[in-house]
């Protein structure tokens, strides 16, 4: 058994998330604490610009502008939630094995072999003296795979304990929201489902002022624009087969103009419902539950409308099960690291579309 710790910076831009476990890289023996570093504010307006820049790369290496700045600011946030992790919990560094450092997504564009995380995986290993493995999604996408989701193998080895019959559907709601669709040991198969709150939480910051819609209350007071939506669901993303990917900003061009914060929340958090929903009559066999986790489990709105439009099939959230919804990918990006480490495959052909199982990830040491 390894001691990992993962750690988690999403779409979503809020923060890093940490989180211990104990696993062999196919089982999860105990979920150790969690914990969770934000983003202040100018530090996200540094990530916000960043993301805004990199839509211009064509190398992965390469650190333009204030891609450079957001890599040091990406890094020392990591570092800092790292040791302060540590201390808290009186977890001493030489008991931990590893450390998935998964990075900051900035630009992922599968289709041109390219997906970018910044991050200093060597800097990152000196300021905390435990290896970090790091660039999990670069092998897959060089094979031709679409490079996420990566964590449905975490999610197949929590279905698995829990002994239910039956397909479940796991779907993670960050900035991109994405499901993972498990029928029993031999059936594995996951995409990207559309926009999760990228869409939701920008609209908030530019007519609020505020980084998410808080349960969703804010949306729960609006009318959706179902024509709106409508529109937003010909995109012709929906209607491919999985497995399939996205970049945070594929959707950014659908912007609702000239109206209120209310109306607007609730079509947007409407719009995530209805991808995730359409993913259904993809999938080889209509899941019997469907799990939801990442940010969007704590949107009671968002999560009142999958049950309308998921029904009869039930619709809980991670908590419920005893998972952790906050430290799931945080969770299982120490599980890709242990199962790196152990020449595990961590994506798929029914997962990211790659040719042949791949594992992946390398190594930054202290030394």
Not at 77 to 84: D, F, I, P, R
Not at 94 to 118: M, S, W
Not at 244 to 268: C, E, I, M, P, Y
């Amino acid at each position: 058994m390894l001691t990992a710790i993962g750690l988690m910076s999403g779409t979503s831009l809020d923060g890093v998330d940490i989180a211990l476990i104990e696993t062999d890289g196919r089982k999860v023996r105990a979920f150790g604490p969690s914990g969770y570093r934000p983003y202040s504010e100018p530090e996200r307006g540094v990530l916000r610009q960043a993301l805004a820049e990199a839509v211009h790369m064509s190398q992965r290496d390469e650190r333009p502008g204030i891609l450079a700045e957001a890599e040091r600011v990406v890094t020392a946030a990591h570092a800092e939630a790292v040791a302060s992790f540590t201390a808290q919990n009186h977890i001493a560094r030489e008991n931990v094995d590893i450390v998935g450092f998964h990075g900051q997504t900035v630009l992922h564009r599968p289709a041109e072999r390219l997906t970018v995380q910044i991050g200093d995986a060597k800097a990152l290993a000196r300021a905390i003296h435990i290896p970090v493995m790091h660039d999990f999604r670069a092998a897959d996408v060089a094979a031709g795979g679409q490079g996420a989701p990566f964590v449905p193998v975490y999610h197949r080895a929590l279905a698995q304990a829990l002994g239910r019959d039956g397909p479940i559907a796991v779907v993670n709601i960050g900035g991109v929201s994405n499901i993972t669709y498990i029928d029993g040991d031999d059936v594995l198969m996951a995409c990207d489902t559309g926009p999760g709150n990228a869409l939701l939480d920008d609209f908030m910051f530019r007519s609020v002022g505020e980084p998410f819609d808080c349960e969703g209350r804010l949306a729960a007071q609006g009318r959706i624009d179902e024509a709106w939506v409508a529109r937003g669901l010909q995109h012709p993303f929906f209607a491919a087969p999985p497995p399939k990917s996205l970049d945070r900003n594929d959707f950014a061009g659908l912007v609702l103009r000239d109206v209120v914060a209310a109306d607007g929340a609730a079509t947007l958090t409407a719009f995530t419902a209805a991808a995730i929903a359409s993913i259904a009559p993809l999938l080889p066999k209509p899941p019997q539950g469907w799990v939801i986790t990442g940010g969007g489990a704590r949107n009671l709105t968002m999560l009142r409308m999958l049950r309308e439009k998921l029904a009869p099939a039930s619709v809980e959230s991670a908590d419920a099960l005893g998972w952790s919804a906050d430290a799931m990918e945080a969770q299982a990006f120490g599980f890709l690291a242990a199962r790196g480490l152990k020449g595990l495959p961590l994506s798929y052909p029914a997962t990211t579309g790659v040719p042949i199982p791949m594992t992946g990830g390398i190594v930054a040491r202290p030394d």
